[in-house]
């Protein structure tokens, strides 16, 4: 079992940044792939980025160069950092695990534990 607590969603001024957090609880072994969506309003879940338990990350293509992944394994959290935030980056935004072997890190159906979302609004 793992638990995944989102925190720190804003309401920013276009052209701000955030860092989103996600901590982890449970799992001892930990997850394989850990990774970030959003989901808009009236608008399927998305991928944003992932990264692996080897450190690897994987980035949708529309997000490159904004949007950083990482991870803090000593301190079992998960991290987004944001920058130059667009209107159209409002969303909720989600932590997910996966704990079993994956082949689409980008995938929502490849994950199989999720946090409960945390909003971030982008205000023109």
């Known amino acids: 079992q793992v638990q995944l607590v989102e925190s720190g969603g804003a309401s920013v001024q276009a052209g701000g940044s955030v860092r989103l957090s996600c901590a982890t609880f449970?799992?001892?072994?930990?997850?394989?792939?850990m990774g970030w969506f959003r989901q808009a309003p009236g608008k399927e879940r998305e991928s944003v980025a992932s990264?692996?338990?080897?450190?690897?990350?994987t980035y949708a293509e529309n997000l490159k160069g904004r949007f950083t992944i990482a991870q803090d394994n000593a301190k079992n959290t998960l991290y987004l950092q944001m920058n130059s935030l667009k209107p159209e980056d409002t969303a909720m935004y989600y932590c997910?695990?996966?704990?079993?072997?994956?082949?689409?890190?980008?995938?929502?159906?490849?994950?199989?534990?999720w946090g409960q979302g945390t909003q971030v609004t982008v205000s023109s």
């Open positions: 449970g799992d001892r072994v930990g997850p394989r792939c």
């Open positions: 990264i692996e338990n080897n450190g690897r990350t």
């Open positions: 997910a695990a996966a704990t079993t072997p994956i082949r689409d890190r980008l995938s929502v159906g490849s994950y199989n534990y």
